[in-house]
């Protein structure tokens, strides 16, 4: 199958430290191309792939402010339709700026939205399109607009065999991701001394959250159980991870899914967090770790944490989220749009008349 992957230009493809999205369609047009698919594709030129590459952009925009990033993400897209009847299907993680390109297409598009769904301009976007063919990574997601065209829930996947693996951890807790309030930093450096457990927090600060980093977070880090190294590299990252009794995050927002989760898991490092978002349909409690809601529990839960396989967790990485089954479940939504499309043979157009329509009917 001919397949276009359609990558935000933001970070490298993949991403060398922070980055989930982008690591997801890596690891997707890996597997794809493992498979036997013909994917092609359209990412920042310094990306690295085995599928082909249609560089966009020489080097990723990290959301410099100085950067109009949706008037160059329009122009890939235009580049993409453009060369449309190349492709069998075309896969776009760019969410609604997709949209329009989509429905004047003959060429079937999947849309895999990768963030929260629960702000209002993005459901009335989606809704002007809720013919679309949308894949959501959790059931928690689409719950919040279950009146979308969700073709599929399909879950992300990693490389599980390429993390290594650590039967014999540290004594410290790590904390991995962005410094930010629905990560919730503070109560994690509140649960690690309440379990008197060292933690060490490996987590860039972006811009936006640059005050509550110094408000919230900075004043807690001069204590001797508290390390934190930054943000780290992606063979950074695993190393800690490996090595740590368990990732400590706990989250204080509806979480969509959770790549580190999935990434503590395939080294075998159980999963300390609470109860929201895509948490529950993810995670087991007791196998994969521990999901408490307050901050005792979780102090509690860490203090038994060895109680929890590390091979368990492993193997639990490798049977739900290995990125092979990733790629084999989206190759079943593209074939069954394939043949969808070419049973209907329905002029692609008429849908941007529809979709315009119920745009003016609703102003």
Not at 16 to 38: C, F, K, P, S, Y
Not at 147 to 170: C, E, K, Q
Not at 188 to 203: E, F, S, T, Y
Request: net charge negative; hydrophobic share 45%.
């Amino acid at each position: 199958m001919r397949i276009a992957q359609v990558a935000p230009l933001q970070v490298v493809v993949p991403p060398r430290a922070d980055g989930g999205t982008e690591r997801v369609i890596a690891n997707l047009t890996e597997a794809l191309v493992r498979l036997g698919h013909d994917v092609t594709l359209f990412a920042t030129g310094d990306s690295q792939t085995s599928a082909g590459l249609v560089s966009m952009r020489e080097a990723a925009l990290n959301f410099n402010p100085a950067v109009e990033a949706t008037a160059i993400h329009i122009a890939e897209l235009t580049e993409v339709y453009r060369r449309a009847g190349e492709f069998d299907v075309i896969h776009s993680h760019l969410d609604y700026l997709t949209l329009p390109f989509a429905a004047a297409s003959a060429t079937p598009t999947v849309v895999t939205l990768h963030g929260r769904l629960d702000a209002p301009e993005f459901t009335h976007v989606l809704r002007l399109y809720h013919d679309a063919s949308y894949v959501a990574i959790s059931d928690c997601q689409r719950d919040y607009i279950p009146d979308l065209n969700w073709v599929r829930t399909i879950h992300h996947g990693v490389d599980v065999a390429a993390f290594p693996f650590n039967p014999d951890p540290g004594d410290y807790l790590i904390f991995v991701g962005r410094i930010s309030p629905e990560k919730d930093p503070v109560r994690a450096i509140r649960v690690a001394k309440l379990a008197g457990i060292p933690l060490v927090i490996a987590a860039k600060v972006d811009p936006k959250d640059r005050g509550y980093f110094e408000e919230k977070v900075r004043p807690l880090l001069n204590d001797p159980l508290i390390q934190f190294v930054g943000e780290a590299n992606e063979e950074r990252k695993r190393q800690l991870m490996s090595g740590a009794l368990a990732l400590l995050l706990p989250i204080d927002w509806p979480e969509p899914f959770g790549m580190v989760f999935i990434e503590s898991l395939a080294c075998g490092t159980p999963v300390l967090t609470r109860p929201c978002g895509s948490v529950p349909e993810l995670l087991r409690d007791g196998v994969t770790g521990y999901i408490r809601v307050d901050d005792d529990e979780l102090a509690e839960a860490a203090l038994r944490v060895r109680d929890i396989s590390r091979a368990g967790c492993r193997a639990y990485a490798r049977e739900r989220f290995d990125m092979r089954r990733m790629a084999l479940d989206y190759a079943r939504v593209y074939a069954h749009l394939v043949e969808q499309a070419a049973a209907a043979d329905i002029p692609r157009l008429s849908l941007v008349t529809d979709a315009l329509d119920s745009s003016a009917a609703s102003v």
